[in-house]
C-alpha cells in the first residue's frame, strides 16, 4: 500500500483522484487542494500546489510515497529537483520530468529545438525578441497567412496566437514582445508556420527509456460551437480518435514518440512520468503542435476512464524502470466529456453559484473541476465547472449520454456546448 498526494484542484485531478482511489495499492490518499468532487476519493489538503514548503511539511506529516503534480506549474518550477535534492523527501517517486525535462513544455523555443535536434516533424519557425522587434515584423510581413505567433513560456494556455493577416500578426507580435503583455514568458517569442489539419493528443508514459501508450483523444478549444470565439481551457474531449487509425498511430510512434524518448534519454533528461504529443495530421502525416510534461485537460477525463491497467501499478512499474514488461489495456467503449462552464467564461464570471441535480445524473462520470463547498452545498468555484464523462459503444452513444445529464445538472449562468464531437 503506497500512501499518495496528488497536486492540483481541476477535472484532470478528479479524474485521477476517481481512478488512483481504485487501486489496492492505494493506501492514504491525499489532493491539495483538491475541489468538491476529490472529496470522494481522498482526504483534500488546504494547500496550493506551488507551495513546495507546503508540500514538504506535507509529504513528511502523511508519509507519502508517491507525489503526482497534476498541472504544469510545479512542474515547471522544478518540483522533481527539489524532491530528490531533499535527504527527507528524496524517496518520494515523483510521476514527472525533471525541471530541465519540463522545458518540453515550459519553452517553446527549447522543444522547437530540441524537434530539431532529434529530427521529429514540426512547422517551421523562427525565434525573436525585443532586440530583434523589425527584424520579426519583416519576417510576419514576408510570411503568408495565417501566421502562429506563440509566447515562449508558460502562459496560462493564452500565449497563442492564430494571426489571419499581415496586421492581426503584427498586433499580437508587438504585444507579447513589446508590451510585455505575458512576463517573461514572452521576453522570447516563436513565429512558426501555420500547419493545416485536424488536432488530436496522444500520451505516452515513460520510465525514461521504455514507454507505453494511454488512449488518444481530441478535445475541442473554442468557446463557440463550430469551433468558433475565443480559446479555453477546452470545453469537451472524444477517445477514441477515429482518424488516429492503426496506419496513422504507427507514424505518430515511429517519427515522433521513439525519438522523444531517446532524445531526452541521449541528452541525459530525467524524464520519468507522462509526455502529452499536441500533434496535428496533415493530409496523412503527422506533426507536434507542442509537448506538455502532463496529462492535458479535459482529456484526462476520457483517457482515464478508457485506461483499465492499474495506474498505481503502473508507477511502480515505471520507477522500477520495467514499462517495457507491460502493455497497456484500452477500453472498446468509447468516452465522451463534455465541460458546463460559468457565465461569462473565459472572460470574466462570477463563482460561488449553487449547483443541484448531481442525485438524478445517470450513467455518467461527474468530474469536477471549478467546485467547492460552501456551507453544506457544492458551488461554482471556476470558469470550467464539471466535466460529464459517459461511456457508450461509439463517440455518437457516449455523447448522449453526457448531454442527457449536462440538462440534469443546474447552476445560475450554466454554459456548454452542444457540438463536442460534431465532425464525426
Known amino acids: 500500500m503506497k500512501n499518495i498526494l496528488l497536486l492540483g484542484s481541476g477535472g484532470r485531478e478528479c479524474a485521477l483522484a476517481w481512478k488512483l482511489s481504485q487501486s489496492p495499492l492505494c493506501g492514504k490518499f491525499y489532493i491539495a ?27 513528511i506529516e502523511y508519509k507519502i510515497d508517491i507525489l503526482i503534480p497534476g498541472p504544469e506549474d510545479p512542474l515547471v518550477a522544478g518540483i522533481y529537483d527539489f524532491c530528490k535534492g531533499d535527504i527527507a523527501l528524496k524517496h518520494i517517486i515523483v510521476v514527472g520530468p525533471s525541471k530541465e525535462g519540463a522545458q518540453l513544455e515550459g519553452s517553446k523555443l527549447w522543444s522547437k529545438k530540441f524537434m530539431e535536434r532529434h529530427s521529429i516533424p514540426t512547422a517551421a ?25 506563440k509566447a515562449d513560456g508558460l502562459a496560462a494556455g493564452k500565449g497563442v496566437v492564430i494571426a489571419h493577416n ?36 496522444v500520451f505516452a508514459f ?37 482518424f488516429a487509425d492503426e496506419s496513422f498511430m504507427q507514424k505518430v ?4 514518440i521513439e525519438p522523444t524518448v531517446r532524445g531526452l534519454k541521449s541528452e541525459g533528461i530525467t524524464y ?62 468509447a468516452a465522451a466529456a463534455v465541460m458546463m462552464v460559468s457565465k461569462g467564461y473565459p472572460g470574466d464570471y462570477e463563482k460561488g453559484k449553487v449547483m443541484s441535480g448531481f442525485e438524478k445524473v445517470r450513467g455518467s462520470l461527474l468530474f469536477h473541476a471549478g467546485t ?41 449562468g450554466k454554459y456548454y456546448r452542444n457540438d463536442i464531437g460534431f465532425e464525426f
Not at 253 to 256: F, G, L, S
Not at 274 to 290: A, N, S, W
Not at 372 to 401: C, F, H, M, P, W
Open 125 to 149: 519557425y523562427r525565434e525573436f525578441r525585443a532586440g530583434s522587434f523589425e527584424q520579426g515584423v519583416a519576417f510576419i510581413k514576408r510570411s503568408e497567412p495565417p501566421i502562429v505567433i
Open 372 to 412: 467547492a463547498v460552501k456551507d453544506g452545498q457544492t458551488v461554482t468555484n471556476g470558469g470550467r465547472v464539471i466535466a460529464i464523462t459517459s461511456y457508450g459503444d461509439n463517440i455518437k452513444l457516449a455523447l448522449e449520454k453526457s448531454y442527457e445529464n449536462a440538462a440534469i445538472i443546474e447552476y445560475e
Open 272 to 333: 520519468q512520468g507522462f509526455i502529452f504529443f499536441g500533434l496535428i495530421k496533415v493530409k496523412d502525416e503527422p506533426f507536434v503542435i507542442e509537448y506538455n510534461c502532463r496529462l492535458g485537460d479535459p482529456e484526462t477525463e476520457v483517457v482515464i476512464p478508457r485506461l483499465e491497467n492499474d495506474l498505481v501499478e503502473l508507477i511502480l512499474t515505471m520507477q522500477e524502470g520495467k514499462l517495457n514488461e507491460v502493455r497497456t489495456q484500452h477500453s472498446a467503449k
Open 33 to 59: 487542494p483538491g475541489n468538491a468532487g476529490t472529496e470522494a476519493y481522498g482526504i483534500n489538503l488546504p494547500l496550493s500546489y506551488n507551495d513546495f514548503e507546503g508540500i514538504k511539511k506535507a509529504c
Open 166 to 201: 499581415t496586421i492581426e500578426a503584427v498586433k499580437a507580435f508587438r504585444a507579447m514582445v513589446m508590451n510585455e503583455q505575458f512576463g517573461e514568458a514572452s521576453k522570447n517569442v516563436v513565429i512558426e508556420q501555420f500547419l493545416d489539419g485536424i488536432e488530436l493528443s
Open 253 to 256: 510512434t515511429e517519427r515522433i
Open 206 to 242: 515513460t520510465d525514461g527509456t521504455n514507454y507505453v501508450l494511454l488512449p488518444e483523444a481530441k478535445d475541442y478549444k473554442r468557446i463557440g460551437e463550430g469551433d468558433t470565439g475565443l480559446n479555453t481551457g477546452g470545453m469537451g474531449a472524444i477517445s477514441p480518435v477515429p
